[in-house]
């Protein structure tokens, strides 16, 4: 989930992004473990771009843990290609 901030000044109306921020939940079960989703299908540019940067952010922070080798990382890869 993308969550952008923004600051609205009413007697100005003016408005201003101030922050953003990416939050990534798990399903679990009833017993607390994680349970496959339907896959969701990015419909505007900007949905897109996000959903790619996801799946780069998730190859990238496999790869620091150990359970990703570089090589592996398609989308990361993608970036220098």
Excluded: C
Excluded at 53 to 58: C, E, N, P, S, T
Excluded at 60 to 79: D, Q, R
């Amino acid at each position: 989930m993308f969550i952008d901030v923004w600051k609205e000044e009413h007697e100005k109306r003016t408005k201003e992004k101030v922050n953003e921020a990416i939050y990534t939940f798990v399903a679990v079960n009833k017993a607390g473990t994680p349970v496959a989703v339907p896959p969701i299908a990015p419909e505007t540019a900007l949905e897109q771009e996000r959903y790619a940067g996801a799946l780069r952010r998730r190859q990238l922070s496999l790869i620091l843990a150990g359970k990703l080798k570089p090589e592996e990382a398609t989308e990361l890869k993608a970036l220098f290609s």
